[in-house]
Nanobody, 129 residues
Framework: QVRLIESGGGLVQAGGSLRLSCEASGSGRASTDYTMAWFRRARGPEREFVALIDWSSGHLKYGDAVKGRFTLSRDNAKNTMYLQMNSLTPEDSAVYLC????????????????????WGQGTQVTVSS
């Protein structure tokens, strides 16, 4: 059973930076054929795609709203994914959620939250103006 735990959220002023972490625990799997991603939920039920990493290849993707400002990285030894967020604006305020796609049945559907199998509980990011 895999658990995802986010951390690093908080209150930051516009223009500031924040780094989020997502630690995967209890994975205990030999295969690295999975995708880990960041989504965010500003309001309502919709989860907006932020960024992902294909764990085996290291391939990265970013949502249009965060390109050039956010950077995803990982630490294989710690089973941890990071999201460095720079030049934050109030529009970035949201609950940031870590997600895992174990099956990758639809590579074109990476931005669809319904493709992801495991979710963390989220960490709140609030950007003040």
């Amino acid at each position: 059973q895999v658990r995802l735990i986010e951390s690093g959220g908080g209150l930051v002023q516009a223009g500031g930076s924040l780094r989020l972490s997502c630690e995967a625990s209890g994975s205990g799997r030999a295969s690295t054929d999975y995708t880990m991603a960041w989504f965010r939920r500003a309001r309502g039920p919709e989860r907006e795609f932020v960024a992902l990493i294909d764990w085996s290849s290291g391939h990265l993707k970013y949502g249009d709203a965060v390109k050039g400002r956010f950077t995803l990285s990982r630490d294989n030894a710690k089973n941890t994914m990071y999201l460095q967020m720079n030049s934050l604006t109030p529009e970035d305020s949201a609950v940031y959620l870590c997600a895992l796609d174990e099956f990758e049945s639809c590579r074109e559907c990476y931005a669809d939250s319904r493709e992801y199998d495991v979710w963390g509980q989220g960490t709140q990011v609030t950007v003040s103006s």
